[in-house]
């Protein structure tokens, strides 16, 4: 059949000529008008064999999750599980519903749904890349940075094995970015190192980016932002190239942070409403929260501390359970607004719940809470709270 041939209304030759170059993938719907006129299954089309009736529900499902059809893969994935008869059968299809629930900023569900797929299965996550991908991210998403690595150092090694270069750059990737939220920047400089070495041709752009992403992000997290600015753009110009949406977003949120260490806050505010409107209205809430956690720093700095406290205590309860570590930031912004009209009570409070949130993360964020936290202590006459305050900020700093 020619390519007119082959087409239909909503899916015209050029469309076809794209597919087959690579270049866009159809719809589930669209694969199964194709498979229909071509007298095969959808299944067929996505992956060369017919299955059984619950791995193909499984298939169709992870096809619609990578279009992010989020809503029929969620019913597909429970159909699937709900007839799923074997282990393996189970195993993926709670895997698949922990991904749902990952891409629904529930990383708590995630994490519960996949550990059930892994004590359901004789197989090993690691041979499960997307599930083994979702359960790290989940975890360190929820400052759990031992198991993320743990999940990420068994998929880097299976891998390595099995001699599949491209999955383990992505997980070396990943492997270093847990260890950048953990401040090793040496071990994450050594990891996307060897990530380089195992891909350095690749042409996949979301790799590269990620690369650049990373390395941004350790310049940020050592204050080096003109450094950090460097790689951050690079990332993003990759990023801007591709229909990634959802990194891209991510992108103008680092660049964003990047702008206000830099003491630029509107071209902070820019970065924001760009990643803003790439989400969309129903794009993910973690995303826009991160983004909206961003225009509350920026507006502090252009003296719209009112606006910015009520934004940063909105995102604050969004980020509660999903990413503790910027919730603790968003408490420290309205704790710093509060500060600045003079409410010390409510201000201690709210440091004190900071605290509480970056503790799982040291880094400078906590050191400034410490700081503006004995600070605070000490003009209320509380000298020897404030000691024990600065006690904590010593061991969290260590040995000079």
């Known amino acids: 059949m020619s390519q007119r041939q082959l087409s239909f209304p909503g899916c015209s030759p050029a469309y ?20 229909r006129r071509l007298g095969v299954s959808e299944d067929y089309l996505a992956t060369g064999t017919e299955r059984g009736d619950e791995i193909a529900t499984v298939i169709q499902a992870e096809l619609a999750l990578r279009l992010d059809e989020v809503e029929a893969a969620t019913e597909l994935y429970e159909a699937a599980l709900e007839r799923g008869t074997t282990p ?15 891409r629904r900023s529930d990383p708590r569900t995630a994490i519960a749904r996949i550990e059930e797929a892994r004590s359901t299965s004789r197989d090993r996550l690691a041979d499960q890349p997307a599930a083994a991908d979702t359960l790290g991210r989940a ?26 270069k491209v999955e383990a750059a992505r997980f070396a990737v990943l492997l270093a970015n847990a260890h950048i939220d953990a401040l090793n920047f040496t071990e ?6 060897h990530a380089l070495e195992m891909a350095p041709d690749s042409r996949d752009p979301i790799l590269r980016a990620r690369l650049y992403w ?20 690079r990332a993003l110009h990759i990023l801007e190239a591709t229909e990634h949406t959802e990194y891209t977003a991510r992108a103008y949120q680092l660049l964003a942070h990047i702008e206000l260490d830099r003491d630029r806050p509107q ?41 910015a406290a009520s934004l940063a205590m909105e995102v604050a309860g969004l980020l509660e359970n999903t ?58 006459g509380k000298k020897d709270e404030a000691l024990e305050v600065l006690k904590r900020a010593v061991a969290v700093r260590g040995p000079s």
């Open 188 to 193: 994450a400089e050594r990891l996307l190192q």
């Open 88 to 102: 393996e059968e189970r195993s993926r299809a709670l895997a698949g519903l922990g991904q749902v629930a990952f």
């Open 323 to 380: 990413r503790p570590h910027d919730a603790g930031r968003g408490y420290m912004l309205v704790a710093d607004v509060y500060d600045q009209l003079g409410e010390r009570a409510k201000a201690l409070e709210l440091y004190e719940l900071a605290a509480q949130r970056l503790e799982a993360q040291p880094g400078r964020y906590l050191l400034d809470v410490y700081a503006k936290l004995a600070q605070l202590l000490e003009d209320e």
């Open 214 to 233: 990373s390395q941004s992000r350790i310049y940020t997290l050592q204050q080096k932002p003109e450094q950090a600015i460097r790689y951050a753009k």
């Open 267 to 307: 071209e902070a505010i820019e970065s924001v409403h760009r990643g803003l409107e790439l989400i969309g209205e129903e794009g993910n809430t973690l995303d826009r929260a991160l983004l909206v956690l961003e225009e509350a720093r920026a507006l502090v700095q252009v003296g719209e501390p009112e606006r």
């Open 16 to 35: 076809i000529s794209r597919i087959e170059a690579g270049d866009r993938i159809p719809s589930l719907q669209l694969l199964r008008e194709m498979g």
């Open 139 to 164: 975890y360190a998403m929820i400052d759990q940075l031992d198991a993320a690595m743990a999940v990420f150092n068994e998929s880097l090694t299976m891998a390595e094995d099995r001699g599949d």
